[in-house]
């Protein structure tokens, strides 16, 4: 949800407003509650996008990004306990891709089953801006799907790794198995 769509929904239509009485109130503190809450959910989701790149940018520099939906599925055949993340990344012109959504379908799936984190992205573009990838014409590379791995055996622990596993935690725990979210400029 955009902020421009959060903000229209807190409008409070004039005949609602005007309708008086105790029952205004209750509508006010009600929206201002619903209004602190949809605040509350865009820092958090601001939060995310944030750790997210500081994320990315950090498992570039350690070698430990895997980019490109083949070469993930087969990271994640031969070691997915080395695996600690994974972003899945589609624009607009992406949706209607049935094969580009099977293969979602399936990470997902296999993700979940290996309690793996994963968050979707909705901007390839920007994401080719913050890991860099691309060919020779400057068009992106395979950046559909990224995959966090492990350097070695200890862990990698990486502040932005725990507050996308903790945003992950807070998603699942409102049924929410595959947030989405949204970069910073």
């Known amino acids: ?17 005007s309708s008086g009485g105790a029952s205004l109130g209750l509508r006010t503190r009600h929206t201002q509650r619903r209004s602190r ?9 601001q939060g995310a996008g944030k750790a997210l790149h500081e994320l990315l940018l950090s ?15 087969k990271v994640l055949n031969v070691d997915p ?27 997902q799936a296999f993700c979940c089953e290996n309690d793996i984190d994963i968050v979707r992205v909705g901007d390839v573009q920007r994401l080719a801006a913050i890991v860099g990838a691309g060919d020779e014409t400057g068009a992106p590379g395979d950046l559909h799907c990224i995959l966090i791995s492990n350097p070695n055996e200890d862990a990698w622990k990486d502040p932005a790794l725990e507050k996308l596993s903790l945003f992950c935690e807070e998603s699942r ?4 198995w595959v947030p989405s979210i949204t970069l910073p400029e």
């Open 1 to 17: 949800m955009t902020l421009e769509e959060i903000r229209r929904q807190d409008a409070v239509p004039e005949s609602t407003a």
């Open 37 to 45: 809450s949809r605040l509350w959910l865009v820092r958090r989701m």
């Open 59 to 73: 498992a570039q520099r350690q070698g430990c990004l895997t980019a490109g939906v083949y070469e993930s599925a």
């Open 81 to 107: 306990d080395n695996v600690t993340f994974c972003v899945l990344a589609a624009d607009e012109d992406d949706e209607g891709d049935i094969a580009l959504q099977i293969h979602f379908t399936l990470i």
């Open 173 to 176: 725990s409102v049924n929410d």
